[in-house]
Every structure is written in structure tokens, then in C-alpha cells.
């Protein structure tokens, strides 16, 4: 008997895990169904792009996922790729308010102080501000809402300084969005719960927060972000490995899908056609409306706005970097006149990404009210970029090399009401697409962990679906 098709749309991170657990689930229990993933592009990893120059290890997209969420180091182990697990070196990290770094306060979770006395001491915020941030402890819960924006909900809670000065500088780098914009229930709906339960963001993470595990090992403690010896990509290419010969297809864009013969007609642009009994559409949600033209509940994804960032990565000797800083690096609040939004000292925070003897900074920008300077050309990004960089260091020479990533509109913006539209959407095709499930990053989460969840979850509703 012919094997019946499950189709996978998208070969990034969340397809090649669909079609990963997927496969893995049909060969276990010999089930009479194939797997085919079908990828635009000539290459596999869609946003995570390892870049290997001089001995340097640069990541053009992601640069390591959070360990903290369980379904990424899950399939770590599943690949057997324990033992390829570096974590990033921890050290002092800062914020650059109004020009001039300050060490991020110990005791804080995403800017939301969790210890007290570090956040009197912090020179991040006034001693108005300190005083606004704490009337948290009183306030009280607001009241019980569907959605808000992350912003006007941390501004209630905690005022307009910290915010300003400490949240958003490391909220909205997440996100590539405007905190003021952002969904707080498709972001962070957990600090909701956390108000709505305990009256108070900094009593409910004091309570919820697991204590830091006291080991008897001298110095810091392992870091909280992962990636592997050899880069990110490493996870790719055993992903790709894995897959049966003839799983995947690249160079074919999926133009079309219609609903026929019980099934669905996945139509390629290279005029050929998958006939599928599922489908998991893993691509960026602008694709919806055009591969479902005839469905006018997808037609809403094109309005769905996704922001653009670029990172500038430069190699140094070490020697060039005159005055140097104790610390694995610093976000920017946006009243400093910087256009770099973040930089990472990648040379400290992932020394195994650079050769003995040099160093290599990672700087992002394109704010949301700066998208225009992702279109700079390269020499002038670069300039940017110093000249930012020396209001804080002291650089005396110039980069042995640069490599410049621009990322366009491809950041999905959660603004608020994201998840009651995505339920909207999922309802209205559990009724008229039976058997398609839209996952990935415009959808539940842009980590990848929360990538791989979502994959996860997508094969165990295919199996519902087709009762296997
Ligand atoms: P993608 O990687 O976008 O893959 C989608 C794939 O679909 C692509 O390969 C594309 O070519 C293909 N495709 C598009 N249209 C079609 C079509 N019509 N037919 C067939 N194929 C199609 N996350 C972290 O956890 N840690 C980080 O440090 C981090 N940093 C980031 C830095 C940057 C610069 C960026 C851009 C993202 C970062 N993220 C980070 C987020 C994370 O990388 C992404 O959310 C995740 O990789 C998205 O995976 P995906 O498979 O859902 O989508």
C-alpha cells in the first residue's frame, strides 16, 4: 500500500523538529505515513545561520537558546548532542542609560527587581524612581483582563523610570518591538498571573523563583544560555541527518494549498504536487494568505507587522581594545543617544568563538523608530557602530573584519490581542482546513526553544488528527 503524506512546511528550526519527531513517531510504530519537508531556499536552519571566518565561530541570527525551557535541551539529548553543549561565560552585565553603563542589579528578573537591597543601591534609577517601582508591594492586583500592552502594564506596576531605564531596554530586545506595543499575554503572561495571584510582581517572583542551587564548586555558576562547540547550526545538521534520504526538498517555495480529495494539494513553485492528508505550516504568518488565498480568515496575517534588525559582528585583535570592560556586555535604553540597541562581548561570553589573542563584538540595531538604519550600507553600519562603541570603550584600530547580518521584516510583532486573533485563526481552520496546523515563530513564541515546542506539539495533534 502507497504511503500517505504528511507535509511539512518550512525547513527552520520548527520544521526540521516537526518533521524530526514526526518520522521518528511513523518508524516506531510502523505506520503506513512519509514525511516530506518542503524549503524555499537552497539551505536548511532558516534563522539560525553559523558563519565560520578566521578561526572566529559568527552567529548571524540566534546565538544560543535559554536552558531554562525544557523542550530545547530535550531534543539536545535526543540528538545526542550532549556532549557538543557549551554554556555562555558569565560575568557583570550592563545598561547604558542616557549615555553611561551601569551594572545590571543582582536579585532582578527581566529588569522586575526580586531583592531589594541591590535595587536601592543601583544608580539605574533615582530615588524617586526606587520609590515609584516599589509601590508594587502595595498596589495591588489591577484588574482582570483579556490583554494589555507589556508597557502600560509594567508602568502601572512600576512607573515610567524603571521601565524606561531597565525594563524595556531588555524586554523589547526579545522582541525587536515597542514595549509600549507588545501583547503582555502573548509575551510575558506569566507576570500577569504573578499579579493577579500575589497583588505584586516582586512578591510573586520571590515566592515562584527557584533559589539559585549552591554548589561546591568554586566561581560563577553555569550560565543560563546554551549553544554547541561549533555553533548553533550544529543542531541543524544532526536534525538533517537524521531524516530519511528523500525527506526533504529544497529550492521549492510551497505557492498554494487546496483542499481536494480528502486531503490537501500542496502546490510548488516548480509546478509540482504534494498530495498530503496533513499539513504543519511552519513559515513566517505573512505566507498564510497567499498559500491559503481562498480563505479569508488567514487574509489578516498580511496586516500582522514584523520589524527588521541587523547585527554587526567585528573582529579585533585583542590588543586594539584599549579600555576594556569587566563583563559579557550591555542593552541600550532608548534615551541614549546610541543607535546600537544592544552589544555582546562575544569573545567573553563564548570564548570558544574566538581565537586566542583576539576579540569579537557583537553589536545589534534598528530600534522600532530606527528601522531605516538596517539599509545602511555596509561601511556606514560599521562607522555607526565605533563610533558608539568608543563613547564606551576605547577601540584604536580599526576591525581585521566585519560581518554584517540584516534581518528584514522578518521579527514578528505580538502586539496586544496576539493570542485571541492566533485562537481565532486556529478555530476557523480546525473547521474549514481539518488536519492543517499553523506553528513557529509568528505564532507561540519566537525562542527557539519555544520553537521546538510548538513542533512538538503540532506532530501530537497530527497523530490526533489522522487517530495514528
Ligand atoms: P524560520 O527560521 O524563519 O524558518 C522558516 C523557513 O521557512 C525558512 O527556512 C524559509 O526559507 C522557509 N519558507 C518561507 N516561505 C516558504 C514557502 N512558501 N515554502 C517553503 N518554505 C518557506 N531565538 C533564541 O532562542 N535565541 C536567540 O539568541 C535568538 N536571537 C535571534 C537573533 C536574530 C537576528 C533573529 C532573526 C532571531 C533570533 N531568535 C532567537 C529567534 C529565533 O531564531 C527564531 O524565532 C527561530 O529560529 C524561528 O524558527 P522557525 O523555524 O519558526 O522560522
Redesign the pocket.
Known amino acids: 500500500m502507497d504511503k500517505q503524506t504528511i507535509v511539512i512546511?518550512?525547513?527552520?528550526?520548527?520544521?526540521?523538529?516537526a518533521a524530526y519527531y514526526m518520522q521518528k513517531a511513523l518508524k516506531e510504530e510502523a505506520l503506513p505515513y512519509e514525511v516530506k519537508l518542503?524549503?524555499?531556499?537552497d539551505?536548511?536552519?532558516?534563522?539560525?545561520i553559523t558563519h565560520k571566518q578566521d578561526g572566529f565561530t559568527i552567529?548571524?541570527?540566534?546565538?544560543?537558546?535559554?536552558a531554562r525551557k525544557k523542550p530545547?535541551m530535550k531534543l539536545v539529548e535526543e540528538l545526542g548532542l550532549k556532549d557538543e553543549v557549551i554554556r555562555n561565560g558569565t560575568g557583570q552585565s550592563y545598561i547604558l542609560v542616557q549615555g553611561k553603563l551601569h551594572k545590571m542589579p543582582k536579585g532582578a528578573f527581566m529588569g522586575v527587581p526580586m531583592q531589594i537591597g541591590p535595587f536601592l543601591k543601583t544608580g539605574l534609577v533615582s530615588p524617586f524612581g526606587k520609590l515609584r517601582a516599589l509601590l508594587d508591594l502595595v498596589k495591588g492586583k489591577g484588574d482582570a483582563s483579556v490583554d494589555q500592552s507589556l508597557g502600560a502594564f509594567m508602568r502601572r506596576r512600576f512607573g515610567n523610570e524603571l521601565v524606561e531605564n531597565e525594563i524595556e531596554p531588555l524586554l523589547s530586545g526579545?522582541y525587536?518591538g515597542d514595549i509600549d506595543e507588545m501583547s503582555l499575554m502573548a509575551t510575558f503572561p506569566h507576570f500577569y498571573q504573578l499579579e493577579q495571584n500575589y497583588g505584586s510582581l516582586i512578591k510573586g517572583l520571590k515566592q515562584t523563583m527557584p533559589k539559585p542551587v549552591k554548589t561546591k564548586e568554586k566561581g560563577n555558576p553555569p550560565g543560563a544560555?546554551f549553544s554547541f562547540k561549533n555553533g548553533l547550526e550544529t543542531m541543524v545538521h544532526k536534525l538533517v541527518e537524521k531524516l530519511d534520504e528523500g525527506t526533504i526538498l529544497l529550492n521549492?517555495?510551497?505557492?498554494h494549498i487546496e483542499k481536494k480529495d480528502n486531503g490537501y494539494h500542496v502546490l510548488l513553485?516548480s509546478g509540482d504536487v504534494i498530495k498530503a492528508v496533513a499539513v504543519i505550516a511552519?513559515?513566517?504568518h505573512k505566507?498564510l494568505p497567499?498559500?491559503f488565498s481562498q480563505y479569508d480568515f488567514l487574509q489578516g496575517f498580511s496586516n500582522v507587522p514584523s520589524s527588521s534588525?541587523a547585527?554587526v559582528a567585528l573582529a579585533f585583535e585583542q590588543s586594539a581594545i584599549k579600555q576594556d570592560i569587566d563583563g559579557t556586555g550591555f542593552v541600550v535604553s532608548r534615551n541614549s543617544d546610541f543607535r546600537i540597541t544592544a552589544c555582546t562581548w562575544t569573545h567573553k561570553k563564548w570564548p570558544s568563538s574566538t581565537p586566542k589573542g583576539k576579540a569579537l563584538i557583537r553589536c545589534?540595531v534598528g530600534r522600532p523608530s530606527d528601522q531605516e538604519v538596517v539599509d545602511l550600507p555596509d561601511e556606514d553600519l560599521v562607522e555607526l557602530v565605533l563610533k558608539d562603541l568608543n563613547k564606551t570603550m576605547n577601540i584604536t584600530a580599526m576591525p581585521e573584519f566585519s560581518v554584517i547580518?540584516r534581518?528584514r521584516n522578518?521579527?514578528?510583532q505580538y502586539t496586544v490581542g496576539h493570542m485571541e486573533r492566533i485562537a481565532k485563526a486556529r478555530k476557523e481552520a480546525s473547521e474549514h482546513l481539518p488536519g492543517v496546523y499553523f506553528?513557529?515563530?509568528?505564532f507561540n513564541?519566537?525562542?527557539?526553544?519555544?520553537?521546538i515546542e510548538?513542533?512538538e506539539k503540532a506532530v501530537e495533534q497530527v497523530r490526533k488528527y489522522l487517530s495514528i
Open positions: 512546511v518550512g525547513g527552520g528550526i520548527t520544521g526540521l523538529t518542503v524549503e524555499a531556499s539551505r536548511l536552519g532558516g534563522k539560525i552567529e548571524r541570527g540566534p546565538d544560543s537558546m535559554i530545547g526579545i525587536s544560555f521549492n517555495a510551497v505557492d513553485s511552519t513559515t513566517p505566507t497567499k498559500m534588525v547585527n545589534y547580518s534581518w522578518v521579527m514578528p506553528v513557529g515563530s509568528s513564541g519566537v525562542g527557539i526553544p519555544d520553537c510548538q513542533a
